[in-house]
């Protein structure tokens, strides 16, 4: 067995091959988790999370009661072993972040691989509205019901490394969802870099890409990873130009979080705080 500390408590784990259960000694105690599902995860979610002004909000607590209860632990062992359930959930550090090429296989980890695609600017849109409902008067959109739209509309193939077909994603452990999920968020709603929030807080560069963008007929993220020298031609090329607009201000900070992109932040949540 490994030491690992986790929330500053100390365990003895053994984290068996993919889809084994994790085994784990504490104190004078001998406990075994079985392997977390994604059909686990997204039914523990949906009775643990919740959304509360704008910021999403796990029940730790209640979440942690769901897989403690899956392993068939006693409840007087539940307090101690409350933050080991909840990194076990996680996928107990080993979540992959491939990034999604296309037309390539993804390596998810655990001896699974997919395909996918991104959701084009209209096909965002159409979701986003499909997926608004009203609390109180207030729109809302269930963060749940959006990963699951992004899960289905996302992936085009799911292998084993035999080569067979996967059909059913809740039989998948968690850590291989997160994996997948991590590549369609990179595809199809991806958050801020340093990039673009260097080019949200200087209106100058902001205009300047703008610019390029406007002569070339580019992208801005083509004008970005075009060489430096070749931008720097054009500009000189382009000649002076005039003073960006007095409208132009400081944007605020943006959220990475997969609920709060451009499109949402109108719909539902606003400005909220920044798998």
């Known amino acids: 067995m490994n030491?690992?500390?986790?929330?500053?408590?100390?365990?003895?784990?053994a984290l068996g091959e993919g889809g084994q259960p994790l085994r784990a000694r504490v104190d004078d105690g001998e406990f075994e988790f079985p392997a977390w599902t994604w059909g686990d995860h997204r039914d523990a979610l949906r009775r643990h999370l919740d959304v509360v002004d704008g910021q999403l909000v796990l029940d730790e607590a209640g979440y942690?009661?769901?897989?403690?209860?899956?392993?068939?632990?006693?409840?007087?062992?539940?307090?101690?072993?409350?933050?080991?359930?909840?990194?076990?959930?996680?996928g107990a550090g080993s979540v992959v972040s491939p990034r999604p090429v296309p037309n390539e296989w993804l390596d998810l980890g655990r001896g699974v691989r997919a395909k996918v695609r991104a959701w084009s600017f209209r096909e965002r849109m159409v979701v986003l509205r499909e997926c608004l409902e009203y609390r109180a008067e207030e729109p809302f959109i269930d963060p749940l019901v959006l990963v699951e739209r992004l899960l289905s509309d996302g992936v085009l193939a799911l292998e084993d490394d035999g080569e067979e077909r996967i059909d059913d994603l809740d039989g998948l452990d968690a850590v291989v969802v997160h994996a997948l999920l991590a590549a369609l968020t990179e595809y199809s709603m991806p958050g801020a870099n340093a990039v673009d929030d260097a080019l949200l807080d200087d209106p100058v560069l902001a205009s300047q890409v703008l610019r390029v963008c406007r002569a070339m007929g580019?992208?801005?993220?083509?004008?970005?990873?075009?060489?430096?020298?070749?931008?720097d031609a054009l500009v000189a090329l382009l000649g002076p130009q005039e003073a960006p607009a007095r409208t132009?201000?400081?944007a605020p900070a943006r959220s990475r979080r997969l609920h709060d992109q451009p499109d949402a932040m109108v719909l539902v949540f606003g400005e909220s705080g920044g798998p």
């Open 64 to 90: 942690a009661r769901r897989v403690l209860a899956r392993a068939e632990v006693a409840d007087e062992h539940h307090a101690r072993l409350v933050p080991l359930a909840l990194w076990w959930a996680a």
């Open 248 to 250: 132009l201000r400081r």
């Open 3 to 13: 030491d690992v500390e986790i929330d500053g408590r100390p365990y003895a784990v």
């Open 218 to 231: 580019w992208t801005p993220s083509r004008v970005l990873e075009a060489p430096a020298g070749e931008i």
